[in-house]
């Protein structure tokens, strides 16, 4: 299983490393025209450059940019690596499994959006094939909270299950914005008591990984109060997800 890991780390190295970007800019001006100038000039797609805080090497950016404005483009298959959020309020990323890191629905001003990226733990061994660090930018003082959550609609009715541990991230005041590994907040589900679903069957109390077959339709529920920017890194190193 072990072996297997690493594998899966190499060839995530290798894909990561076909290309190169800029670093990336930290915003200055509080509007949203420098937001949106800043994030195009950081580039998402792959960088091989480390930030304050992260790891040197070769990463996915994902760029996720709260707004005013609802956006009236369709976004769907808008592989940009930047996803637009309300910059007040709540918006669904589904996550999508899939073999590389990919934005599918960039919009999400209407409610939704949609992420792909490959399953971080297929062998079931508490160790993620790839690390998600992040750093919120903008405006001081504000955040958002982030809820790793499960859906899905069962013969005899509709559940959710949200992770009992949230992500929070707050761009605080004073010096540069610092990366931080909140792998196992984005890619795990903590359940502290043993839920039963609307067709009778129980879900164990557990750390459950995104795309464990236990559950259906994993997303995240993006809570924003304020932020601007919030930057997500995805390296080929591993990290333990299940303290």
Known sequence: MRNFKLLSVLILTILLGVSCSK????????????TLNAVKKSSSSLTA??????????????????????????????????IFVPLAGRTKIMLIE?????????NGTDGSASFQLPNPDPDGDGVSSYSIYARALGTPGVSVTITTCADGDLT??????????????TRTRGGAPKFSNVSTQLLTILVTDDLTLPDGSTLKAGRYTIFDPALEDYFWKYDNTGLKLLQLRFYPIATDITP
């Open 49 to 82: 450059r480390g930030g304050s805080g992260a790891p040197s090497g070769a990463h996915y950016n994902l760029n996720i940019i709260g707004v005013s404005n609802p956006k009236t483009t369709d976004m769907t298959g808008s592989n940009g690596g930047r």
């Open 156 to 169: 005899d009715g509709y559940y959710e299950v949200c992770s009992a541990e949230p992500l929070t991230v």
């Open 98 to 106: 899939g073999s590389d890191f990919s934005v599918l629905d960039a």
């Open 23 to 34: 670093e990336d800019v930290v915003p200055t001006a509080e509007n949203e025209s420098a």
